[in-house]
């Protein structure tokens, strides 16, 4: 395959760390410029976003897009790591939870909720991530972060008792190991997630999602296609590539941005961003 620049819409391998697919994809594509946005725990698997070549760059962008998962809540079990993952610290008798509590206490953490990241996260408390502190044996106190869950759905499996399935639609840097664990303690014993599953990232879905070693290159254009566009003339597009700062209605963008700014090619030109009132300005130029 030819060095090019563009998304890759990755379905990740249980046992590969997101970093494991990095390297992978850049002997596929034959280029060092491969990075990726929004981590996967390497037992977790799906969709996961390699900007390639010049689309390293948008990756900030895509960072923030909602995230969709679909996993396993297991009740009564509590591991180190709030995954099947981690060595059981707890267990706890639940026979006696049915769905309908399951369901009940899930609908306490839809919305804008206050979560505190787990210490296996890549979170970086004085300089250090979280997950090293944590394969130390050290634990550090850290502080909630809102995060926001737009839908949470549980339904139990049909064997073993005690385990659901949880699907969850949420914003970027929720953790739904820790959703499965507040459940858990929610219906008085404990819980872990196993079987995690991201299965969108914005648009992004699985179902375009491929293997590695054999991905197809969304164009730079299409990396950005969760966010509003507009085109400009040949004169505009001078001025966009020299990075000038313009009035909103010269460039005909409305609302808070960012936006993909394209050439009458259709090829991206930059990324503009507010600026101050009825002015924006470029977050990105793509040198042509």
């Known amino acids: 395959m030819t060095t090019a620049d563009g998304l890759a819409v990755i379905d990740k391998e249980a046992g590969w760390t997101s970093h494991d697919v990095v390297a992978k994809a850049r002997g ?77 206490a899930a609908c ?37 972060r809102p995060v926001t869950v737009h839908e949470l759905a549980v339904a139990p499996v049909d064997a073993p008792a005690g385990v659901y399935r949880i699907e969850v639609s949420c914003s970027s840097g929720t953790y739904v190991r820790s959703l499965a664990a507040d459940i858990g303690s929610a219906l008085g014993g404990g819980g872990h997630l196993r079987s995690l599953r991201r299965v969108a990232i914005g648009s992004f879905t699985i179902e375009e999602a491929r293997p590695v070693a054999a991905p197809e290159l969304l164009s730079m254009e299409k990396a950005l296609r969760d966010y509003p566009s507009v085109t400009v003339d040949v004169d505009l597009s001078r001025r966009v590539a020299n990075g000038q700062v313009l009035t909103s209605e010269e460039i005909a963008v409305e609302g808070d941005g960012p936006w993909a700014v394209l050439g009458a090619q259709g090829q991206l030109l930059a990324v503009y961003e507010t600026h101050k009132p009825g002015m924006v300005k470029p977050a990105m130029v793509i040198p042509g």
């Open 28 to 104: 596929v594509f034959g280029t060092r410029k491969v990075g990726h946005s929004g981590t996967l725990d390497p037992d977790a698997t799906g969709v996961l976003l390699l900007g390639v070549g010049r689309a390293t760059r948008l990756l900030r962008f895509l960072t923030p897009l909602s995230k969709k998962y679909v996993g396993e809540l297991v009740l009564g079990v509590e591991t180190s790591t709030l995954d099947a993952s981690g060595e059981v610290t707890a267990v706890h008798d639940m026979s006696e939870v049915t769905p309908q509590q399951v369901s009940e």
């Open 108 to 144: 306490r953490f839809v919305g804008d909720i206050m979560q505190v990241p787990p210490m296996v996260s890549a979170i970086k408390i004085g300089g250090r991530r979280l997950h090293e502190l944590a394969r130390e044996g050290v634990e550090v106190e850290r502080d909630a």
